[in-house]
């Protein structure tokens, strides 16, 4: 199954091509070989059939989305009767005839350019070319030793192995290729991650020093610090973050954009316009900073849109910097306008700059092309166009020259026939748990994964508790607090399990039940009551996958909460070490620090600690290899909670941290509130 999907993958691009070829070229031919040039058998009935499989790939956008699932099985099935049954047993049927023989030999050259794994299409070869064998000769081998033209069988075993031989190289070439891209991109986000950690714990150290804003001015005179430099100061903490959560998006962005060579929608969400295009404005790095004062809004018909705000906001960020570059007067000035219409939506940028010709306006979201502009490679503009058609949008310009510049950018309302299908889309690559014993809950949550697309699993709680926790790495879980988890300590085993999860977790619970213990838990979870996912389970699926729904917090923040708690952090980055540090004594711990792994090895040999706070890319010995040590060689230590801190988000990390003895991991650059909340469920 894993050849097929592959094959299938790298064959999509090309299945529109395959598939109309292939339901209009059976028939077609069926005129060439019965009527222009006749030969001694024709099958219209077998043609036809085989029209009518190509044609399910030729048409395989307009099958429900709950079928596509099972196109790259249909490809599979299909492409060995079209290719090598229906040609070797044309072959047979014609005596081995010159055209059929030359025409069997085109059918080897496609079915290799189609599917490049040997072992797959030598099983397809090998199945297709019996079943055409004995339809022809039957089980006589006398039939077949004597029927057989045996001397081309020895061509065409030259072409299969060769062809596929030099197919599958040209293949690994560009995996290699693809490969070292990720490896080069994974290298850049490490080392990018390490900055924006070092700048996250700075101002979460800034936040803890600083006063809180006064209520009401009667306060002012106790600050050390006036309340002008206050209100900044907090607005650049804001500001910072906002920074660091988009570059960290658009590290992610980066990464899943080499694999899938496209735009991801994998961070697609539901976002307001004007929220979106307020926090652009704020955050646009001006040329002068008076130029702020001449950017003019109407946002006051909002909308909604399903897309990544990183990228909205990255496309606003080039408009406006094309338009202050291109500015001509004093009286310079943009407008901004939201604009809502019955078919679609769009935000409108117009400015009063040096404006374009109808030439220059044509080319502009062409790759590579730039205008005016010394320093540019000519590629903000096309990459925007790219942005707004990923989500179903567009991108129009009009202008005049020396009289001004208008972009619209046109998205899709919400709720249109284009957002449900790059819904769909993204479903496909969604994965559901249930934990519990509800047969009927179970039957709900797998009729709307059957009509939508995504992967649902089932298992008791019994099954869950039996499951190690790296096994929970799911997109969404629900949890039913049924008669099982009544059980204030199997609830708690459980949510131990589920801690190490980055899964969205939801507790589906039963208004009229009257519960034992406290819903509190150590991390967020959404409440859904049971008799609304009954009725509205896909809704519910659409918002916890595409929206915000409000989560419940588990953990407060105290002060001093772990006085006499001894904290151990292991980090070869100094700045990050030192952060972590000064914030972790704000919330009571007493704190040693290591430079590395081997420090960490060295200090619990004679510390009692209570947690470890450990990075796993360190010099000397890294956090894997320390935390193998630690399981392994100190008896004492066995049970010492550590936390894993990598700037490596993909599951083949979370398997080795999980594997190394590591408890719970964090993803860099995490925020104080997200360390304090891991620390809290471990001790």
Known sequence: MESVRKVYQYAEPNLTVIGWMGFLGFPAYYYVWEYLFPQPYESLPLRIFCSLLFAVLAFRHRIPVYLQRYLPMYFAICIPICLPFFFSYMMFKNDWSEIWVMSFMASII????????????????????????????????????????????????????????????????????????????????????????????????????????????????????????????????????????????????????????????????????????????????????????????????????????????????????????????????????????????????????????????????????????????????PFCLRVMRAMGGNIRCRSELNQFTEFALAFPIYNSVVVQRIKQDMLKNKSTLYIGSSTLLTSVLADSAFYLGFKAKNITVVKALEKEEFEFEYDVIFVDLDKELLDQRVLAELEAKLSFTQARIVYLYDKQSIYSYSLDSNFEFYPIEKSRFRIQCSVIIDEL???????????????????????????????????????????????????????????????????????IEMPVMDGLTAAKQIRSLYSATDSLPIIGYTGDSSDEMAYKIYESGINDYLVKPADTEALILKVGQWL
Request: glycine share 6%; hydrophobic share 40%; aromatic share 10%.
């Open 110 to 381: 496609i079915h290799v350019l189609v599917v490049f794994r040997t072992g797959l299409l030598l099983w397809q070869t090998s199945i297709a070319f019996i079943a055409s064998t004995f339809l022809v000769y039957g089980g006589s081998w006398s039939a077949i030793q004597h029927g057989i033209a045996w001397p081309y069988m020895a061509i065409f075993a030259f072409t299969y192995v060769f062809g596929n031989l030099f197919y599958l190289r040209s293949q690994s070439e560009h995996e290699s290729r693809v490969s070292l891209a990720k490896s080069f991109g994974a290298g850049i986000a490490h080392e990018m991650r390490n900055p924006l950690s070092a700048l996250k714990a700075s101002l979460d150290v800034l936040e803890v020093l600083l006063p809180p804003q006064p209520s009401d001015s009667s306060n002012h005179k106790k600050l050390e610090i006036d309340a002008d430099s206050l209100a900044l100061a907090h607005d650049v903490i804001v500001q910072a973050n906002e920074a660091i959560r988009s570059g960290t998006e658009t590290i992610d962005l980066l990464l899943t954009s080499i694999d899938q060579n496209r735009i991801t929608n994998a961070t697609y969400r539901k976002h307001s316009m004007r929220a979106v295009t307020e926090q652009a404005i704020a955050s646009f790095p001006y040329p002068h900073p008076t130029d702020r004062d001449a950017v003019h809004v109407n946002l006051q018909q909002d909308f909604y849109f399903l897309g990544s705000d990183t990228l909205v906001k990255y496309t606003l960020y080039n408009l406006l910097k094309n338009a202050f570059y291109h500015a001509r007067c004093d009286q310079f000035s943009i407008t901004i306008e939201l604009q809502r219409y019955n078919g679609f939506n769009q935000l409108v940028l117009t400015d009063n700059g040096v404006g374009m010709s109808a030439q220059v306006s044509k080319q502009i979201f062409d790759d590579f092309y730039t205008q005016g502009k010394a320093s540019g490679y000519g590629i903000g503009l």
């Open 545 to 615: 996958c595409f929206d915000s729904p409000q989560m419940t917090k588990q953990f407060e923040l105290k002060r001093n909460h772990y006085q006499g708690k001894t904290l151990l952090i292991a980090d070869d980055n100094h700045s990050i070490r030192a952060y972590t540090v000064v914030l972790m004594k704000k919330h009571g711990f007493s704190v040693i620090e290591a430079h590395n792994g081997q420090d960490a090895l060295d200090i619990l040999q004679h510390t009692k600690v209570d947690l470890v706070v450990m990075d």
